[in-house]
């Protein structure tokens, strides 16, 4: 609406009545709106994020292309949606003849009063002196994002000079915690329904609003602060009063919103920390959180995929393991989680490898795709030899297979030594065998496919699943392509370089090897393939020795597993000590790129 | 356009109720008496206004006629014709033409235009009306002459306009009235198509000229047009060409006297022919312009194979047969798909298309020296090659034939004599003359007789055979060329190294039962070396394309395994050599690049369908494929564990294979011990050693494998030895490839038994940050520093805002604080 000119507004208020009362109705609701912007705004993006999303997906089973890997926990959304950011925060009231004085004043915090505050605090747990010591930090906490108190309370609070504004929060975020504790009566290690059953407690019905303004203006910080270090400091001690939030639900929900947010987005410290909330969120609530923390921080997660950004690969590494430690913390409920997603997975690459559709090849070939699968392996292999995730495994076997023998040539080398890696990673950790020596010796022979490789003529972009093809021609690429077959060999190798099979399991590969070094005019090349294939002989060597001793057959399932189980724990062989370097050798390398 | 339309759409004056004569009105006499009691009542029955009446509800009463044409012009011309041909111009829509006579016209031109339209819908009207055929070609003729005269005039305009008001508005007017008329023309021509051809369907015999009409049509420069002419001639002539060959009256046939009838029916059959020659050599020509490629072929393909037994049906075969490598999908499909019906129904053509189509392929491989697409020899498959046509047919079939030819005979020639009779012509020189025509017609309608069919069989197999082996040496000359000079002469051709390999290879496999036992052995020997070709090269660092890949030779041993099949191995042919390259092949094996399925096929046939096999050579293999396992996926480790179990059932002794003897126990070979890298498998000393792999396979991640593994190991100790596996290693193959993999969670809601709690206090320990206090307290302090300037900075600001708009600085201050509030 236009604004009206003077005139015309007298004339309005005299003699439309309608429009005056529009305006009035109108005035507070845009003047709340302003006011609360601030803190809305982020909470509000996202949400309009998550619902532009949302309808897209709805159906995944009437349209396999719409499946969509971070989708699925769609249905489990709309509580973590909904509240959390609708209530209003004010002050505190405080006491009668703090009151008494000249309401248009603004209070200014000196120094000499927050140190008398302090000592109150500290020696009587006085909680008066709480009210107003959080009143002033609320004020610290939220200082230059109001221009002055809002909602709630006339009273400005103004702090008067850094000194001040510093102590008031480090002792508030240090003592609140241990004060609200002493005042209730409840010990460091005290769980959550201790805090539920507080209800009864009188004293209680005094403190709730000062832990819910405390806990508030320590949430607002670690949001808005400025500075790294401040918001490090902040989420550490909020850390400690994980517990109380059990008092109020809404706070919940906008704490894992806001720990998620900073996981994700955060440096590497405040990361950190953040992820550390949400471990103890979820471990304290884990019946009611457990879930939400999961499902928000794998949507993050897979939404964080699609960025490139500098340091992304040790950010996302450190994503990964945190989140798979977070879902080892109840395997049972993420084992749920887990299947869903993976089944997605399932279904995507089925209809790639039957359909061979370009958008669905796309979709795997995708960061998102790769990264999901990467979340799940080191889930299953941090936890397969715990509990029994049978299926689990054998899905994702599948899928990992699937998606080797759907991109083929040498463009896509990296997603294939990564999906060998994930076969090598679970078959050590679960102790089953998993054939991949066709997919490395494959490797061995992408020189030579160069000429006839047409595959590929898609989008020239970077991303680390698909190498240009410029590449594919130089030398570099192609000690590339032995180095990691050898690397990844070893790794399958040393782990079966004691079973009784092992001969068997390295004669293809060593036939193939030796193919190569025939063939290869690259004498660095054929010294480092002769080499390894020296070591292995050695071991082939050795296994065939001590089963030509042994008297069991095949079918004497005991004697067979206790065959060189003593000479496995001995680490003194040459070629154990050899793939033991080539693995070390390549986790170097991995760390210095 | 619009316009028109519009007026379309107005609602029409209501009608005035039906006409009826005044003496079929019937009075009741209660309405006479109505009337005439209540005078007053009825009067205004006298005041009617009836011109007015008329005048609302449509004018004058119409003929239905004059209706139907008038509705067309205004269709047409965008206006308004009324009955005296004046012409109602609407100056605003149509600027005066300068017509051909010179004189300024509103329209005039268009109204002759329109009136020789009439004149050709009048004529055509006619034509449906009357068959009078001496009239008719008069009549179309005088439509054609103004139909032409209208093309002409139309095109005339344009220049005129041009040349005389070369004004802009009436440039654009002209090129719109162009594009209308070419879009009439080109409704005229499609409408004139319609036309035509549903008048030679209805009665081909009276209307036989009007083809000679259509193919005048589909000369027009119009390529939809000449598309849509040689489609509607496609369907016209596929249902009139009649069931037998036609056969031109010979000079002195014509010279004799012959009935009305027959003249017609000459005359009916010579235009006929005449025409569909006509057509064909139109076809022939426009199928060489890519532009008319497909719709050429397309009528090709559909023409042979409709009418297969008629005239020129050769220079069809050549056509399509010229195609059948087309780069074009779509032709190609068609050619081949075409040739394939040729062949399965022999009953129409009576064979001796197939012999012709078959020697024209053979002819087309060899001038192309083998680069044709895979197709091309595919469509030999679906040749039937009978066996029993020299015996039993020769006797009781051709008996058969016989007597129904002649009783067939009998009834036509019954039926020709009652014509003769109801015509009373009884000429003995026209019966005999009728009499060589019939034989004629059955020569060429009938099958022929056994001797004949198996003589054009020998033929169309020596063709085929030729072929095959062409192809066969062509593709051992190219690697032996290859391997010798290197890549001088390397050119793949755009269908691969050798295209017609893999469809020869099914070809003679297909039909090895029908070789001669005298080429038996040549093709032993080409197969021999073709499955051994690669390995002769392998030293040759540089890798060809020329080389036969794994699936290729596989496909060979394949064949050459087919064949002794197929003779009973009648043949005393070694087959040694390609368990040798089999042997070899499977560790030449690549997932991705050769097909598992030819694999699997080879497993089977060459070791699980045979029933003995030597101890040494299927204990080799038995380990080889057990190695395999270990290194391929589960299609592929499935389909070599299901021939491990085949082998070691039919192989009792193999199983030691699964007992730890020392040196093989008492059936170890000669070779003492295991050569895991010899080449041959008699020469492995593979009965040396024991199926370990067995164990770590009993570990593998697909349950399917583990079971089997274990079920392999346990053979020797359990009872039920007797059972044979009934899954073979092509069913496995695909039972356990990727793409059927259904991915189904097996079991939901399955509980952990094990869960577990990490004891995360030590974890937490480290992860405890030390906080620097005094860094920290710095931070604090900068912060606050920082947005305390930020906030002075806005309060300043403000303040300098207010004194512009209001003057009174006192009442400003005082109201600072509020004001910003309100702000935010």
Redesign the interface.
Known sequence: MGKLGKKARKFAKKNLQSVEKRNRKLKPFFKKKFAKRNERHEVEDEEEKKVEKQPKKRFPEEDHLDICIDAVFNKDDGEVLSGGDSDTDGFLDELVDEADSDITNPKVLSGSVLSSCCELVDEQQSVEALISLLNWYRAACYYGRESSGMTGSDIQYDIEDSDTFANVIVFVLQKADNTFRNVLGLSDSCRKEKILKLKNNPKWDSLKPLVNSFLRSTMHLAKQAGDLEIKVFALTQLRVSVVFFAAFPDLLKKIIKISVHLWVTGEVTLSQQAFLILKDISMVFNLECFDTCLINMYKAFLQDCDIPMANSEQRLLFLRDSFVELCSQDVQKSYAKASVSITQLAKLSKMALTTKNKEAVEKIHSEQYTNCVDLWVNFIAANVQDCDLQPLLYTIIQVINGVAQLFIGPRYLLLRVKCIQWLNLLSCKSGIFIPIASLVLDMLEYKTTNEAEKLGKKLEAFSTVKLPKNWLKSQNFQEQCIFSVIELLAVHFAQWSFHISFPELATIPVMRLRKFNERSTMEGLKRVVKRFIEQVELNIEFVQRKRDDAAFSPNDQQSTEAFLQLEKRNTNASYTQYYQSIIDKSLGTKKKK | MGKSSRKQKVIPPPLLPPDVPEEDIEFSDEDLKFVQENTDYARFVSRIDTTAINKQCGGRVKSVEEKYEEERSKKKTHQEENESNEILVDPVDVLPVKTLDGKLHFRTVTKKSKLAEADTDEAEQDILEDENILNKSQRRAKAKKSKKEAKKQEKEWPEEIALEEETPQAAVLAEVKEELSAEEMFENSKNKLAELGMELLSDPEANIKSLKEMLEICKDEDTKIVKLGLLSLLAVFKDIIPGYRIRLPTEKELEMKVSKEVKKTRFYESTLLKAYKAYLQKLIILEKLPVYNQVATRCICTLLEAVPHFNYRDNLLISIVRNISSPDEVVRRLCCSTIGSLFSNEGKHGGELTVQAVRLIADHVKAHNCQLHPNSIEVFMSIRFDEDIGRRDKEDANKKKYKKNNKRNNQEEQNQVQENERKKSKREMMSKIRDEVTADHMGVTYEPDAIERRKMQTETLSAVFETYFRILRNTMYSIGESSEEANTTSNPGAFGSHPLLAPCLDGLAKFTQQLDLDYMGDLMNYLKKLASSSSVSNNT?Q?N?KLLTVSERLRCCLVAFRVMRSNLNALNVDLQDFFVQLYNLI?EY????DSGIVLAESLKIMLCDDRHQDMQKAAAFVKRL?????????A??MSALVTVKNLLQKNVKCRNL???D?GGGSVSGSIAKYQ??ATDPNLSGALAT????????T?????AISTMATTL??M??SQSQTFLSAVTPQQAFADFS??K?S??????S?????????G?SSE?AQ???E?D?G???K??????????D??ED?RERMEKKKPLKKLNNVVKKKLK?PK?????
Do not use: D, Q
């Open positions: 660092k890798k394309s560790l690549r997932p991705g690049r057990a190695t395999f396992a270990l290194c391929f996926g589960c592929e480790s699964l007992e730890n020392a895991p890298y024991v199926l370990w792999e067995l164990k770590i396979l570990k593998h991640y697909h349950p190991s346990n020797n100790t990727l793409e993999e991915f189904e969670p097996k079991n939901e399955r509980k952990l038994n094990n869960k577990r709690k990490r995360s937490e992860n405890v940050l906080i206090m860094r920290l307290n931070k604090l302090k900068e912060n606050f520093t920082i947005l305390r930020i906030k806005e604080n910003s509030k309100k702000k935010f």
